[in-house]
């Protein structure tokens, strides 16, 4: 791939701020992300996302490369998204769905959907003259970071955990990402949101308590995969997504919204968000959304102990929910996968298992078409081989 590292990627035209998610508020597109400030004094942490003057001349074709308008139309990048899509007709039989499809986020650049993440995070760091990332990460997202600063000549530094996989510090070392340790996501976010504060550090992760998400603009890099699974697949009904604090949902729905406002399609398919223990399920239970909701997880990539606005709006604006996939469901849906000829991270077969129940409960149809979003494979996970 060749690429010219002295250009700056394009922003589109129609970008016009960072708009809230709960109040419409409109504020400027900045580096921080620190989430609606009128809200913020109602009570509520809610997170802002990238609002777009609409189209209609001649040229809006041009600002939309994807079908839906992005943020940066010339947007660094490492050939990250357009990942395959997979049926599984035997799977599908044995959970009793008509359709059953795996997105295989493994195959981007550095192994898991973050890169897409990543790409429009590098873009908005190098439009704004940033220097350094700087994320806190248990793993995929900081392999991501480190490998995009690399290549575009960026500083990157993660705020991370004792007992990090060798399989990620080798990485990270090799590709010249600064590691700091520390014993909790409290400590990692206070890091990150004081380097953030310093000139040319751009934060790619959430960096608030209580957690807001990643930097808006970044998770707009999600929605093209509305779009993919549209085109590669045909419309689902059912969506199941790993979930820590919501970026990849937030951004399959944000991008599913931009498809139903074009007329592309007549109604957005539900999202399931898949988690290790309780946490957006007591949401919906009546819990408050900033509250903290502690537990323990061989499924790293979605521990933590929070909720975001974010990721309840994804569940609810869809008609979709929260389901809890212990460890060993989600080892015994790893089986099935492995079985299958599937490499498939512990939290990313945590969404076979979901949809299992999904079934029982009848919440998703026999005759209904469903995608699991495949998020990274085993190749990193130092889960595997199941004990
Ligand atoms: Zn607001």
Not at 13 to 37: E, I, K, M, N
Not at 197 to 205: E, N, R, T
Not at 373 to 387: F, I, Q, Y
């Amino acid at each position: 791939m060749v690429r010219d590292r002295t250009s700056k990627p394009q922003r589109n035209p129609r970008l016009r701020g960072l708009q809230c998610l709960r109040c419409d508020a409109l504020y400027p597109v900045t580096l921080a992300h620190d989430g609606c400030p009128a809200c913020r004094r109602a009570g509520f942490h809610v997170a802002l996302r990238a609002s777009y003057l609409p189209e209609g001349d001649a040229d809006g074709e041009a600002h939309s490369a994807h079908g839906m308008p992005m943020p940066y139309t010339a947007p660094f990048t490492l050939g990250e998204g357009q990942t395959p899509l997979h049926d599984m007709p035997q799977l599908a039989q044995k959970f009793g769905v008509a359709r059953l499809a795996l997105k295989d986020e493994s195959c981007n650049p550095t192994g898991s959907h973050k890169d897409r993440m990543t790409a429009m995070g590098v873009s908005q760091a190098l439009d704004f003259d940033a220097h350094t990332l700087v994320l806190a990460s248990s793993g995929n997202a900081a392999v991501s970071a480190a490998h995009y600063a690399w290549a575009a000549g960026l500083g990157c530094e993660v705020a991370t955990y004792e007992g990090m996989p060798a399989t990620y510090t080798r990485q990270l070392d090799a590709l010249g990402a600064r590691r700091y340790v520390f014993a909790d996501n409290a400590g990692r976010w206070a890091f990150v949101r004081e380097r953030s504060q310093h000139p040319g550090y751009f934060a790619l992760s959430n960096y608030r308590l209580p957690a807001l998400g990643s930097a808006p603009l970044a998770i707009e890099g999600y929605k093209p995969v509305a779009l993919e699974c549209m085109t590669q697949g045909g419309l689902p009904d059912h969506i199941v997504i790993p979930t820590a604090r919501g970026d990849l949902a937030w951004g399959i729905y944000a991008g599913f919204r931009d498809l139903l406002a074009a007329g592309r399609i007549t109604r957005l398919p539900k999202l399931w968000l898949v988690e290790p223990f309780p946490r957006l399920s007591r949401v919906f239970a009546g819990g408050a959304i900033n509250g903290s909701y502690p537990g323990h997880t061989a499924q790293f990539s979605t521990a933590g102990a929070t909720v975001t606005y974010l990721q309840w709006q994804a569940a609810t604006a869809t008609g979709g929910g929260a389901v809890v996939v212990n460890d060993d469901q989600a080892r015994e849906a790893r089986g099935l996968l492995t079985a299958a000829g599937v490499s498939a991270e512990l939290c990313a077969a945590g969404g076979l298992a979901a949809l299992g129940q999904l079934r029982e409960s009848n919440a998703i149809a026999p005759d209904d078409h469903v995608v699991l979003m495949l998020t990274a494979n085993a190749a990193s996970d130092p889960t595997w081989p199941d004990r």
